[in-house]
């Protein structure tokens, strides 16, 4: 295991269409985490699982969204009806107990 | 609700000289982290900074944490071209898992 690995590395959708977007932790990592970050800011939480609970949800996640981590593995994160400014970097985390995040390479999305 | 702030936002230094980053927070947090980011790349762990006094260092980066000030810093000797990023800290509030990030400092090493 090499790594956080994110698919897809780039999606660019029209405004109004669902995406889904797939992150595979750390294997040993129970703790997964999505952020978004646009240019020039640093990434802002969106969301946090332990296992396959989500416990903590960031105001910036509104209805729209919805993440899940069926079975503790892997997580998604879907948009519905896109908006541009829903247009960021979506990066995915992982990490054992207490200890540091490892990120991803990220999910470029561009809403046009 | 945490805050973190880091100065300078923008950094050009020429090579061999030394500089300090410094991140300043708002409430208590749990531990600090910096972290450094490639043009088009993921966020790359650096540093993590558990206690007061805590001091690391890795090459030319050395980074501190003073709880008290709410003020970690990261100190770069001697830097080099390969220096250049854009580096953040981040803190985690008592009791949340979510980490809360500076807006970041873009660091160029000028030859």
């Known amino acids: 295991d090499t790594g956080v690995s994110q698919d897809p590395r780039h999606k660019i959708t029209k405004r109004g269409q669902n995406v889904t977007f797939r992150c595979d932790p750390i294997s040993e990592h129970n703790r997964l985490y999505w952020y978004r970050q646009t240019l020039g800011q640093g990434p802002e939480f969106l969301t946090y699982f332990q296992n396959e609970a989500q416990l903590e949800k960031s105001r910036l996640l509104s209805d729209r969204f919805s993440a899940e981590r069926p079975k503790g593995s892997f997580s998604t994160l879907e948009i519905q009806r896109t908006e541009q400014g829903d247009s960021a970097m979506y990066l995915c985390?992982?990490?054992?107990?207490?200890?540091?995040?490892?990120f991803g390479q990220g999910t470029r999305l561009t809403v046009v | 609700e945490l805050k973190v702030e880091q100065n300078p936002l923008f950094l050009s230094m020429q090579e061999g000289k030394n500089y300090t980053i410094y991140c300043n927070y708002s409430t208590t947090s749990d531990r600090l982290y910096w972290y450094r980011q490639d043009p088009g790349k993921s966020l790359e762990s650096l540093f993590v900074?558990?206690?007061?006094?805590a001091v690391k260092q890795e090459g030319r980066l050395m980074a501190s944490l003073d709880t008290k000030a709410r003020l970690s810093t990261l100190h770069i000797t001697a830097a080099v071209h390969d220096l250049s990023a854009t580096y953040f800290c981040?803190?985690?509030?008592?009791?949340?898992?979510?980490?809360?990030f500076g807006k970041g400092t873009k660091l160029s090493v000028i030859p």
């Open positions: 900074l558990l206690s007061n006094g």
């Open positions: 985390a992982s990490s054992l107990e207490g200890l540091e995040a490892f």
């Open positions: 981040a803190g985690s509030g008592a009791g949340s898992y979510q980490l809360t």
